[in-house]
């Protein structure tokens, strides 16, 4: 069965300090995995995708993943956190053949001045 | 290009009724998911649409229906609504339905039930 499990339901950070999210992925075929993140009173939007391309996985507003299959890891990070980055963060994974995502249960990370 | 549409944004219904909610997908994506967010059970898969067919669907019981029309427009019905329906409903589109298209949400629409 495919399912993500992230670890820590709040993270606190000081602003410019280093942002991670942790998620770790189980799934009994090569996936796809993501990164959304939810504002308040908003839908979700995708952060970064790893499709198999490459193992580090570049996204919007400077985050980034790293893809580490002898971990099932697929963490998120952030050199310098920034008070807009204050949010909830979905890990997903998809697996091939099906277009559904199974979302993890969520970070929500606040960003301290 | 307009984003995900959702209608409504906010939804009041009361215990045994029924309610449907409407998503307009991203010009020229034929694929519509609908998930359901909730603080306990988190974001959960509905079910999802592809050329006005259902193409799969999550664990949910079978108050809870769906549709798409041939503009890839898609509803969801919950009939006999109870308590624990109370959820911010996401509709996501992607341009085919494949895993490695990137879904694209809606802004929700949150249902209260009374």
């Known amino acids: 069965a495919q399912s993500v499990t992230q670890l820590g339901s709040h993270v606190s950070v000081s602003e410019g300090a280093l942002v991670l999210l942790r998620c770790n992925y189980s799934s009994s075929v090569p996936p796809y995995l993501f990164w959304y993140v939810q504002y308040p009173n908003q839908g979700l939007q995708l952060l970064l995708k790893y499709t198999s391309a490459a193992t580090l996985v570049k996204g919007i507003n400077g985050f980034e993943a790293e893809f580490k299959k002898s971990e099932t890891s697929f963490h998120l990070t952030k050199p310098s956190a920034h008070m807009r980055d204050a949010a909830e963060y979905f890990c997903?994974?998809?697996?091939?053949?099906?277009?559904?995502?199974?979302f993890g249960t969520g970070t929500r990370l606040t960003v301290i001045p | 290009k307009a984003g995900v549409t959702q209608t409504p944004r906010y939804l009041i219904k009361t215990r045994g009724q029924q309610v449907t909610l409407s998503c307009s997908p991203i010009s020229g994506h034929r694929s519509v998911s609908w998930y359901q967010q909730t603080p306990g059970q988190g974001l959960q898969f509905l079910f999802e649409y592809f050329s006005e067919t259902q193409r799969n669907k999550g664990n949910f019981p079978g108050r809870f229906s769906g549709r798409q029309f041939s503009n890839s427009r898609s509803e969801m019905n919950v009939s006999t609504l109870e308590l624990g329906d109370s959820a911010l409903y996401l509709c996501?589109?992607?341009?085919?339905?494949?895993?490695?298209?990137?879904?694209?949400f809606g802004p929700g629409t949150r249902l209260t039930v009374l």
């Open positions: 997903a994974v998809r697996i091939t053949g099906a277009n559904n995502l199974f």
């Open positions: 996501a589109s992607s341009l085919e339905a494949s895993s490695y298209n990137e879904q694209f």
